[in-house]
């Protein structure tokens, strides 16, 4: 069975600070795994996304994540926090077998960026 | 239109009416999710779409929720009987395959039960 799960529900980080957003999944099959931003009141939007190629992933808003099997962990992280990063986040992991559409989200970490 | 697009995108009506929410779907794409949010809160899974197919049903929560999808494009959400429990945003994705692809999603539709 698949599982994700985010260990932080709430982050709170200085403008120009690093982000650090922790995600650890797992899955008997050879996982995709995904992360979301949804902005206050809006629909979600895909950040990156690992689907087995290379294991550092570079996603828009220069966020990026790194796909470490031994820890079965996949962080979101940024070196420098900007005010419009404020926003709710979700680790999502996908793969074959799963139910929900083979896609399982985690229930979110919340990111404050203070001025 | 170019993206996922959910209506109403603000619904209020009174306990114990029936209310139906519509997403139409990214052109050729043959998964469709739909999902909800309550106040706060992550995702809460609730049926998807393969084609015009539901696989997985497993997340609606009661028997007065169902979903429908046809020509593998549009889908409503039905739901009967609202309670003010029901209160929340339900969201609509779509991707070209199931559970592999990326999500779209739509900006949703804010529900109020009063």
């Known amino acids: 069975a698949q599982s994700v799960t985010q260990l932080d529900s709430h982050v709170s980080v200085s403008e120009g600070t690093p982000v650090l957003l922790r995600c650890n999944y797992s899955?008997?099959?050879?996982?995709?795994l995904f992360w979301y931003v949804q902005h206050p009141n809006k629909g979600l939007q895909l950040l990156l996304k690992?689907?087995?190629?290379?294991?550092l992933v570079k996603g828009i808003n220069g966020f990026e994540a790194e796909f470490k099997k031994s820890e079965t962990s996949f962080h979101l992280t940024k070196p420098s926090a900007h005010m419009s990063d404020a926003a709710e986040y979700f680790c999502?992991?996908?793969?074959?077998?799963?139910?929900?559409?083979?896609?399982?989200f985690g229930k979110g970490t919340k990111l404050s960026v203070k001025p | 239109g170019a993206g996922v697009s959910q209506s109403p995108s603000n619904k209020v009506t009174e306990k114990g009416k029936d209310v139906e929410l519509r997403c139409d779907p990214i052109?050729?794409?043959?998964?469709l999710y739909w999902y909800r949010q309550r106040l706060g809160q992550g995702l809460e899974f609730l049926i998807y779409?393969?084609?015009?197919?539901?696989?997985?049903k497993s997340g609606l929560p009661s028997d007065r929720f169902s979903a429908e999808r046809t020509g593998e494009s549009v889908s409503t959400l039905t739901i009967q009987r609202t309670q003010q429990e029901d209160s929340a945003v339900y969201l609509c994705?779509?991707?070209?395959?199931?559970?592999?692809?990326?999500?779209?999603f739509g900006n949703g539709t804010r529900l109020t039960v009063t």
């Open positions: 999502v992991v996908s793969g074959a077998g799963g139910s929900q559409g083979n896609l399982i």
């Open positions: 899955s008997s099959y050879s996982p995709s």
């Open positions: 779409f393969q084609g015009n197919s539901a696989p997985d």
């Open positions: 690992y689907t087995s190629a290379a294991t």
């Open positions: 994705a779509s991707s070209l395959a199931e559970g592999g692809g990326s999500l779209h």
């Open positions: 052109s050729g794409h043959t998964a």
